[in-house]
Structure formats: C-alpha cells, structure tokens
C-alpha cells in the first residue's frame, strides 16, 4: 500500500494558519527562520486577514505550511511514496520530493504570487461548478465563446467538479445560462487571479525564465503533474510542469486516478488540509484520506501505520 502527501493550492488558506503551528517545535524552528531570512519580515505576520487578501502571501503561506507538515510527519517516521500539489502547492511538492529546495521555492512561490496578481488586479477570477464532467463543460464553454468574452477550464478536480477561469461577468453568463438543469452546484471563487489557462501566458513565460537559471536535483519521490496528470520522475519535468502549470488547465483528477493506479490507498494532506481530501474521498471512496489539519503528527503516524498494518495482516 503506497502514501500520497497532497498539497493544497489557493483557496485552502485560513486566517491564522501559521499561528496554529508551534514555534517550539525544531521543524517549524527552522522552516519559520529559513523564511524569516528570506522575506525579511516575521513568520507570524504573513497569516493575517489583511496579507491573505495578497496573492503573493497566500501563496508564500500555503509553501511553508506545505513544508513544515510534511517535515512533521517524515520527523515521525511517514515516508511518502508519491507527491502531489494542486497549483501552487506543486511548489512545496517539489522541494519535498528533492528537487527544489525551500530557499530556492520561496522567491519563486513570492515572485509567481505578485506576478499573477498584477497581472489581472480586477474584473477577473474563478467560479466552481458541480454536475458536468470536464468533456461536457468543455463544449459549453466552445458554445459561449463564439459570443461572450472567453473564458477557459482551469481545473478538472473530479468527475463531476470543474473550476472555470476568466471574466467574472462573463462566468456569470454562463453559469446562468446552464442553471440547476445542468449544474447542481455553481459559485464563483474568492480568487481575483483567472490561473491556469492562457491569460496567464505571460506569468508561465517569466516563471520559465527564472527557473531555466535556478539548479535543481534529481527527485527522491515521484511527482504527479498540474499539467499532464501524470508521473514526474527527473528534474526537468518537474521543471516544465512548475512554469507551464500557472497557465494551463490542472488535471487533479486524473493524477490521483493515476496514483490509485500505481498503488496508492493512503492521501494525506498538508495543512491548511480539508479540500484536498474532499475531492480524493469523492474519487476514490476506498482511499484512506487523513488530513493534517487538527491533527497532530504523531496522530497522523499512528493512523499511517495502522493502515499499512491491516494490509499486511
């Protein structure tokens, strides 16, 4: 039976969510002073209501959460076989898996942050919807295109759970024209940024010229991809999928499909954890899915071993 550490993208933050994390703890001792050099500016400020209202501090938020928690549970013995990151939580993925490390990811994380929210500071965004598969959106999308300002499928999450990107009037209209006949759930998203699809073209194009000068190592632990949905097993695809997974649609569901596949039963998610598990328990009900949220790490070690131990017996 094989683990999955997942890593929340944006979306996920919460008020606080640094705060919850004991500064006596030697993992978060030293993840919080890594980040204190870096930034220049104190772990406990970044959590707040007024920086979380800052793309770039969310993001910067989610990384060192994102860290600290898979840190905790390698400190209790929890090996991960597979890593996953939805959106910007490919980045702390991939200095778990070896091949960036965090003081390399949080410029990075910082600069992908501000880029996208200077980008498009108003008028866009991201709207859930529930009810239609990817391939059936998809053509609704084509359709409302021909005559409304575009907008574009940026997350396949499950089956059923699909996230759209663009004009917020625009996601409107095309919300209300699908209606309760199609949609059984529709929202549009507390995120100012429309990420992954083509509007962010130019974001992609930088984040690829600061990662092309930046040394990377070889993986220690397979990565699934934003961007393709499958397996990243070199540093050079991890490469790729970081910049081309800011503008292109985030193929969540077919990548933990993947990983059931390849063997995997037990998905823990990093804090701030609650969404991730949410989407894996609806596509793969006989997962075993453990969020670090609320839970202490040797908690989630005993839980971690009691599974593999019932699959041995």
């Not at 990243?232 to 910049?243: F, G, I, K, P």
Request: glycine content about 8%.
């Amino acid at each position: 039976m094989k683990t999955v550490f997942l890593f929340p993208g944006q979306g996920s933050q919460k008020v606080g969510m640094l705060h919850k994390m004991w500064a006596g703890d030697p993992v978060v001792k030293k993840v919080f002073a890594e980040a204190e050099q870096i930034l220049e500016m104190p772990v406990y400020s970044l959590d707040t209501a007024g920086k979380l209202a800052s793309t770039a501090y969310v993001q910067v938020c989610l990384l060192i959460a994102g860290v600290v928690s898979a840190r905790r549970l390698a400190a209790q013995g929890v090996q991960a076989d597979f890593v996953a990151g939805h959106s910007i939580g490919a980045f702390a993925a991939a200095v778990v898996s070896g091949v960036l490390s965090f003081k390399q990811a949080l410029p990075l994380v910082y600069a992908r942050g501000m880029l996208m929210q200077q980008a498009y500071p108003e008028g866009y965004g991201m709207a859930a919807l529930v009810g239609l598969t990817a391939a059936r959106v998809q053509l609704y999308i084509n359709e409302h295109n021909k005559t409304h300002s575009a907008i574009y499928l940026a997350n396949n999450n499950t089956e059923d759970q699909q996230v759209i990107a663009g004009r917020i009037d625009s996601m409107q209209v095309f919300i209300d024209s699908l209606g309760s006949a199609w949609l059984t759930k529709a929202k549009i998203l507390d995120l100012s940024v429309p990420s992954h699809c083509e509007l962010l073209n130019s974001v992609a194009a930088d984040l690829k010229e600061r990662l092309s000068v930046i040394e990377l190592n070889e993986p220690i632990i397979p990565t699934a991809s934003n961007h393709t949905g499958r397996l990243l097993r070199t540093a050079e695809t991890v490469r790729t999928d970081l910049w081309m997974g800011v503008a292109n649609t985030v193929k969540w569901y077919d990548a933990t499909g993947l990983l059931y596949e390849l063997g995997a039963r037990v998905f823990i998610e990093m804090e701030p954890s609650g969404v991730l598990i949410k989407m894996t328990g609806s596509s793969l009900p006989d997962a075993k899915v453990i969020p670090m949220e609320n839970n202490r790490a040797d908690t989630v070690a005993w839980l971690w071993n009691s599974y593999r131990a019932d699959v041995v017996e």
